[in-house]
C-alpha cells in the first residue's frame, strides 16, 4: 500500500516546523521593527523638545519679533524641510511653512500625530502658547517614519511568504526522501510477508538512521531465517530420534497385547515401556529447561559452588557407566588446594559438566580416557572435560551448540543432541564461555566460570 506524500509523518513535521521557524521568526522581525520604531518616535520627541526649548528662548531673549525671525530662519526650505511650523502672533499674522493652523492641532501639552496641510499628510506636533497671546505649532514631518514603516512591512511580509514557500518546498523534499527510503524497507516487509525469508534492505553508504534501521532489520531477518531452519532441523531431527523409541514402545504394548502372559510378564513389559516413555519425556524436559534457561524464566541463584565437590561426585556418578563403556574417567585438579570455588546456580552447574562428562564417555573409543580438569585464574576458574573420541570439526562446533544438532555419523549413539546446547545455556546464563577445541584426538570443551571471590565476569545476557 502506497502512502501518499501529504500523509507521510515527515511531510507533516517538517511542515510544523516550518511553521514554527516561520512564527519565531516573525517574532524576532516584529520586535526588531517595534524597536526600530521606537527609536525612531524618540528621536522624533527629542527634537520637538529642543525645538520648545529653543523657541521659549528666543521668546524670553526678545519677544515676539525674536520669535517671528527664528520662525522665518528655521521655515526656510534650505533648513529642514521635515521641519515645520506655524506662527499666530498677537494680531493674528500668520508665519511659517504651514499655510493654515491645523484643524486638529493640539493644546498645550504632549506631542501628537495630526494631518497637516503638507506634502507628508501626517505630522508630529506640538503647540506653544506665549503670554502677549501669540501661539506656535512646531512640528517634524513623518513621511520618513511612514516610508521606513512601509518598508519594514513589505520586507516582513516577503521574508515571511518566502519562508513559508521554502519550508512547504523543504517539507515536500524530505518527505519524498523519507518516502522512497521507507517504501525499500516496507517492499523488503512484504516481500518477507509473501514466504520469502531471503529478502533483505539494501543498505546505503551514508550510515544515517534508515541505514542503521536497515542493518538491524536485516539482521533480524537473518536470526529469523536462521531460526526458521533450526525449528525445521528441529522437526526432522525429532522424527528421526523419537521415532525408535515411539515404535519401540507401541511394539512392545502390542506384543504384550498379543497373547496371554502372567502377570511378571506384564509387569516387566510395562516397566519397558515406562522406560521407553520416561526416555521421550527427558528429552522433552531438556528441551523445555535449555528454553527456560535462554528465555530468562529460571531464577539463578549466585552463590559459591566449590568445583571440587562437583567434579569428585560425578566422576564417582559416571564411572561404573564409563566402566560398562570401557573407558576411563580422570580427574586431575590441582593438589595444593586452590580454590575452585565458582559463583552460580550449582544445581544448573552440576547438570551441564554431567552433560558434558557423559558425552565425553559416549564418544570415546573403547580404551579410551576421559580427563576432568580445573585451573584458577585471578577472576575466573576454567574446567575442563577431555576426550579420545572422534572429536568435531571446527567449522561445526558453532553449530553443534544449537538444539537437537548432531553429527552425521552420531546418529549410532543414545541421545538427543541436547548435552551441548544444555550447557551452552547454562553458559549464557551466567555470563560465563563455553569453548569447543581439538584434544588431538578427541575434543576438548572448557566452561569458564567467575570466582566466587572475584566479581562476574560479564552480566546475564538481556
Given at each position: 500500500?502506497?502512502?501518499?506524500?501529504?500523509?507521510?509523518?515527515?511531510?507533516?513535521?517538517?511542515?510544523?516546523?516550518?511553521?514554527?521557524?516561520?512564527?519565531?521568526?516573525?517574532?524576532?522581525?516584529?520586535?526588531?521593527?517595534?524597536?526600530?520604531?521606537?527609536?525612531?518616535?524618540r528621536?522624533?520627541?527629542?527634537a520637538?523638545?529642543?525645538?520648545?526649548?529653543?523657541?521659549?528662548?528666543?521668546?524670553?531673549?526678545?519677544g515676539?519679533?525674536?520669535?517671528?525671525?527664528?520662525?522665518?530662519?528655521?521655515?526656510s526650505?534650505?533648513?529642514d524641510?521635515?521641519?515645520?511650523?506655524?506662527?499666530?502672533?498677537?494680531?493674528?499674522?500668520?508665519?511659517?511653512?504651514l499655510?493654515?493652523?491645523?484643524?486638529?492641532?493640539?493644546?498645550?501639552?504632549?506631542?501628537?500625530?495630526?494631518?497637516?496641510?503638507?506634502?507628508?499628510?501626517?505630522?508630529?506636533?506640538?503647540t506653544?502658547?506665549?503670554?502677549?497671546?501669540?501661539?506656535?505649532?512646531?512640528?517634524?514631518?513623518?513621511?520618513?517614519?511612514?516610508n521606513?514603516?512601509?518598508?519594514?512591512?513589505?520586507?516582513?511580509?516577503?521574508?515571511?511568504?518566502?519562508?513559508?514557500?521554502?519550508?512547504?518546498?523543504?517539507?515536500v523534499?524530505?518527505?519524498?526522501y523519507?518516502?522512497?527510503?521507507?517504501?525499500?524497507?516496507?517492499?523488503?516487509a512484504?516481500?518477507?510477508?509473501?514466504?520469502?525469508?531471503?529478502?533483505?534492505?539494501?543498505?546505503?553508504?551514508?550510515?544515517?538512521?534508515?541505514?542503521?534501521?536497515?542493518?538491524?532489520?536485516?539482521?533480524?531477518?537473518d536470526?529469523?531465517?536462521?531460526?526458521v531452519?533450526?525449528?525445521?532441523?528441529?522437526?526432522?531431527?525429532?522424527?528421526?530420534?523419537?521415532?525408535?523409541?515411539?515404535?519401540?514402545?507401541?511394539?512392545?504394548?502390542?506384543?504384550?497385547?498379543?497373547?496371554?502372559?502372567s502377570?511378571?510378564?506384564?509387569?516387566?513389559?510395562?516397566?519397558?515401556a515406562?522406560?521407553?516413555?520416561?526416555?521421550?519425556?527427558?528429552t522433552?524436559?531438556?528441551?523445555?529447561?535449555?528454553?527456560?534457561?535462554r528465555?530468562?524464566?529460571?531464577?539463578?541463584?549466585?552463590?559459591?559452588?566449590?568445583?571440587?565437590?562437583?567434579?569428585?561426585?560425578?566422576?564417582d556418578?559416571?564411572?561404573?557407566?564409563?566402566?560398562?563403556?570401557?573407558?576411563?574417567?580422570?580427574?586431575r585438579?590441582?593438589?595444593?588446594?586452590?580454590?575452585?570455588?565458582?559463583?552460580?546456580?550449582?544445581h544448573?552447574?552440576?547438570?551441564?559438566?554431567?552433560?558434558?562428562?557423559?558425552?565425553a564417555?559416549?564418544?570415546?573409543?573403547?580404551?579410551?580416557v576421559?580427563?576432568?580438569?580445573?585451573?584458577?585464574?585471578?577472576?575466573?576458574?576454567?574446567?575442563?572435560?577431555?576426550?579420545?573420541?572422534?572429536g568435531?570439526?571446527?567449522?561445526?562446533?558453532?553449530?553443534?551448540?544449537?538444539?537437537?544438532?548432531?553429527?552425521?555419523?552420531?546418529h549410532?549413539?543414545?541421545?538427543?543432541?541436547?548435552?551441548?546446547?544444555?550447557?551452552?545455556?547454562?553458559?549464557e546464563?551466567?555470563?560465563?564461555?563455553?569453548?569447543?577445541?581439538?584434544?588431538?584426538?578427541g575434543?576438548?570443551?572448557?566452561?569458564?566460570?567467575?570466582?566466587?571471590?572475584?566479581?562476574?565476569?560479564?552480566?546475564?545476557?538481556?
Open positions: 500500500m502506497r502512502i501518499r506524500l501529504f500523509q507521510t509523518t515527515t511531510f507533516r513535521l517538517t511542515v510544523i516546523a516550518s511553521f514554527a521557524f516561520v512564527l519565531v521568526g516573525a517574532a524576532v522581525l516584529a520586535f526588531v521593527y517595534l524597536s526600530m520604531l521606537a527609536v525612531i518616535d528621536q522624533i520627541d527629542g520637538l523638545d529642543r525645538e520648545y526649548a529653543d523657541l521659549t528662548s528666543a521668546y524670553e531673549a526678545g515676539y519679533d525674536r520669535l517671528k525671525r527664528t520662525i522665518f530662519d528655521r521655515a526650505p534650505h533648513y524641510s521635515l521641519r515645520l511650523y506655524v506662527l499666530i502672533g498677537p494680531d493674528g499674522a500668520l508665519w511659517g511653512n499655510a493654515k493652523w491645523p484643524a486638529e492641532a493640539p493644546g498645550p501639552g504632549p506631542a501628537r500625530d495630526i494631518a497637516v496641510d503638507h506634502a507628508a499628510g501626517k505630522a508630529r506636533v506640538r506653544i502658547l506665549f503670554a502677549d497671546g501669540s501661539r506656535v505649532l512646531v512640528g517634524r514631518a513623518l513621511s520618513e517614519r511612514s521606513f514603516q512601509a518598508l519594514i512591512e513589505q520586507s516582513l511580509l516577503s521574508v515571511f511568504l518566502a519562508t513559508l514557500v521554502l519550508g512547504i518546498a523543504a517539507s523534499v524530505l518527505a519524498r523519507a518516502r522512497l527510503r521507507l517504501e525499500r524497507i516496507n517492499a523488503t512484504e516481500e518477507v510477508l509473501g514466504g520469502n525469508l531471503a529478502g533483505r534492505v539494501a543498505v546505503g553508504e551514508g550510515g544515517d538512521e534508515y541505514d542503521h534501521l536497515s542493518r538491524n532489520i536485516n539482521a533480524m531477518l536470526r529469523i531465517q536462521k531460526l531452519g533450526t525449528i525445521r532441523g528441529v522437526t526432522e531431527n525429532v522424527a528421526h530420534d523419537l521415532r525408535t523409541p515411539l515404535n519401540r514402545l507401541r511394539g512392545r504394548l502390542e506384543v504384550a497385547l498379543m497373547a496371554e502372559r502377570g511378571e510378564e506384564y509387569r516387566a513389559a510395562l516397566q519397558r515406562v522406560s521407553d516413555a520416561d526416555t521421550i519425556v527427558d522433552f524436559n531438556g528441551l523445555l529447561k535449555i528454553a527456560r534457561i528465555a530468562g524464566a529460571v531464577e539463578l541463584q549466585r552463590q559459591p559452588v566449590d568445583l571440587r565437590e562437583v567434579v569428585a561426585e560425578l566422576v556418578l559416571y564411572d561404573a557407566f564409563a566402566e560398562e563403556s570401557g573407558v576411563k574417567v580422570e580427574a585438579l590441582p593438589i595444593d588446594r586452590t580454590n575452585l570455588t565458582v559463583l552460580g546456580d550449582g544448573l552447574i552440576s547438570q551441564a559438566v554431567a552433560n558434558l562428562l557423559d558425552n564417555i559416549k564418544y570415546s573409543p573403547a580404551g579410551g576421559v580427563v576432568v580438569t580445573a585451573r584458577r585464574d585471578a577472576t575466573s576458574v576454567t574446567l575442563g572435560v577431555a576426550d579420545n573420541g572422534p568435531i570439526p571446527a567449522e561445526m562446533r558453532e553449530v553443534i551448540l544449537g538444539r537437537f544438532v548432531r553429527l552425521d555419523n552420531s549410532d549413539k543414545q541421545g538427543f543432541g541436547l548435552g551441548l546446547s544444555f550447557a551452552a545455556a547454562v553458559a546464563w551466567h555470563g560465563a564461555d563455553l569453548a569447543l577445541a581439538d584434544n588431538e584426538p575434543l576438548r570443551v572448557s566452561l569458564r566460570l567467575p570466582a566466587g571471590d572475584a566479581p562476574r565476569l560479564t552480566e546475564r545476557p538481556a
